[in-house]
């Protein structure tokens, strides 16, 4: 039977491992996060991996930036509705193209333009052009309220 000792001195040792090993794991939730903070990763890797926080199944073009608190987000019995924004330097035909691209790859219908459908929701995605920069703000709801 071990002694007092070597039983203390392998739990020290045990909570030792468990207190830093829960430190070293990495926060990541992706998998392409992972390569993004990786300095050796090839840097000419598409960079639109990035999704709304308030809508997460829709894709945030690089170059825009989201609110970080939606304007709107009500999680109805009959659906969601959300409403929110991005801005940034890329311009209104960038992102409708981009948006009208890869939306359907992620199971949304286009309905017409900039709005789309998928799973009893519609999506609405409308391109605003200020001075400097584009605010495109994004409208989720149930596709029977519009």
């Known amino acids: 039977m ?17 207190f830093y090993g829960l430190f070293a794991v990495s926060p990541i939730t992706a998998p392409w996060v992972a390569f993004a903070a990786d300095d050796t990763a090839d840097n000419t890797a598409d960079e639109t991996a990035a999704f709304l926080i308030a809508i997460e199944e829709v894709p945030l073009m690089a170059g825009l930036t989201e609110e970080q608190t939606p304007a709107i987000y009500f999680d109805k019995p009959d659906g969601r509705l959300v409403e929110t924004y ?57 596709y029977s309220s519009q």
Do not use: H, K
Not at 97 to 102: D, E, L, N, S, T
């Open 2 to 18: 071990p002694g007092r000792a070597a039983v203390l001195g392998w739990a020290v040792l045990s909570w030792t491992i468990l």
């Open 86 to 142: 991005a801005y940034g330097n890329v311009t209104a035909e960038d992102a409708a193209a981009f948006y009208r691209a890869i939306m359907p790859e992620l199971g949304w219908q286009s309905i017409d333009g900039l709005v789309f459908s998928r799973e009893g929701e519609m999506l609405r995605i409308d391109l605003i052009s200020e001075e400097y920069s584009l605010v495109v703000r994004f409208v989720l709801s149930p």
